[in-house]
Nanobody, 120 residues
Framework: QVQLVESGGGLVQPGGSLRLSCAAS????????MGWFRQAPEKERELVAV???????NYANSVKGRFTISGDFAKNLVYLQMNSLKPEDTAVYYC??????????????WGQGTPVTVSS
């Protein structure tokens, strides 16, 4: 059984920072990508940032320059450093991984989500 466990969410004032962590565990042969998505009330889930094995990263335009994703694929970990937070960053943040349970097999898995609230 493979699972993702997120941590680090909470309440922060505008302009503040938070660091989210996501750890994958279970029967994993390899992880190809690990990323963060978010879903605000009444809105669709959207991509925030993704880290790709090998070092590449991609970000949503709305977070470029403020958020930094870093993946430790040797330890099946991914982090999201969020700086200069804005009220519009308020959402539940979900970790997602594309992994291989065995060679030539691919699966996706989501974490349970961690809430982030940016408010004064």
């Amino acid at each position: 059984q493979v699972q993702l466990v997120e941590s680090g969410g909470g309440l922060v004032q505008p302009g503040g920072s938070l660091r989210l962590s996501c750890a994958a565990s279970g029967s994993i042969f390899s992880i190809n990508t690990m990323g963060w998505f978010r879903q605000a009330p009444e809105k669709e889930r959207e991509l925030v940032a993704v880290a790709i094995r090998g070092g590449s990263t991609n970000y949503a335009n709305s977070v470029k320059g403020r958020f930094t994703i870093s993946g430790d694929f040797a330890k099946n970990l991914v982090y999201l450093q969020m700086n200069s937070l804005k009220p519009e960053d308020t959402a539940v943040y979900y970790c997602k991984a594309l992994y291989q349970p065995a060679p030539n097999r691919y699966r996706e898995i989501w974490g349970q989500g961690t809430p982030v609230t940016v408010s004064s």
